[in-house]
């Protein structure tokens, strides 16, 4: 199953020009199997996100953005805001505590610019204690440059972690663009997280034949 496990949706999303039916409809058209709701610090009612998933015969997974002091955090299983989850390990115990999991998405934001040496960057970054709190970060994001991702790339061989795809789409000329391919049949949030923590993924540029 390919499913993109980042996107935008306005109003809950001020900077994306994509309604929700939008995203579905053409993530649809483009051959994927489904989408995850990754609004910025918005929490989306998970029956809500299976309605549309319902209206439009296609998987929709509820999820968040958050702003954290380390950067922007994909997370699943939680879907209310408390306080301090603007620090990362506060995050993580929130996360913890509802069976969840955790990405870094676009990691070469703050930390890797196109003048930069790549190896030089990752060493940096690697530095921060922060991945201890996270389960995997997106190597692959539509939005960033082929050097960006190159980055993000290392970043993860250097964990040894696989790494996720997602478009990062906030319009609809980035649908698609990346993405990740799950082996085994996804139904549900629960499923995906399952499967994300199984490490039976990988992620993929749907704009080359090869990640």
């Not at 029956?47 to 954290?68: K, M, S, Y």
């Not at 929130?94 to 060493?123: C, K, Q, T």
């Not at 960033?144 to 980055?151: L, W």
């Not at 609809?172 to 499967?195: D, G, V």
Request: hydrophobic share 35%.
């Amino acid at each position: 199953m390919l499913i993109d496990l980042h996107t935008h949706t306005y109003p809950n999303s001020d900077d994306s020009f994509l309604s929700p039916s939008e995203l579905i409809v053409n993530a649809k058209r483009a051959g994927l199997d489904g989408v995850c709701l990754t609004d910025h610090d918005w929490y989306w009612d998970h029956e809500a996100a299976a309605w549309l998933g319902r209206q439009h015969n296609f998987l929709v997974i509820p999820g968040v953005e958050t702003n954290t002091e380390d950067g922007h955090i994909l997370a699943f299983g939680i879907d209310k805001f408390q306080f301090g989850m603007h620090r990362t390990s506060f995050l993580r115990e929130m996360v913890d505590e509802n069976g969840g999991f955790m990405i870094l998405a676009h990691p070469f934001r703050r930390h890797f610019y196109s003048s930069d040496d790549i190896d030089e960057s990752v060493e940096n970054f690697l530095k921060n204690p922060l991945f201890q709190y996270i389960d995997t970060i997106e190597i692959l994001n539509g939005k960033a440059t082929e050097r960006q991702n190159q980055f993000s790339q290392e970043l993860g061989k250097r964990l040894d972690w696989k790494g996720v795809g997602g478009s990062d789409a906030h319009e609809l000329k980035e649908i698609p663009s990346c993405a990740t391919y799950f082996e085994r049949k996804i139904r549900n949030l629960e499923e995906m997280i399952q499967e994300l923590k199984a490490g039976r993924y990988k992620p993929v540029n749907l704009r080359k034949k090869s990640p």
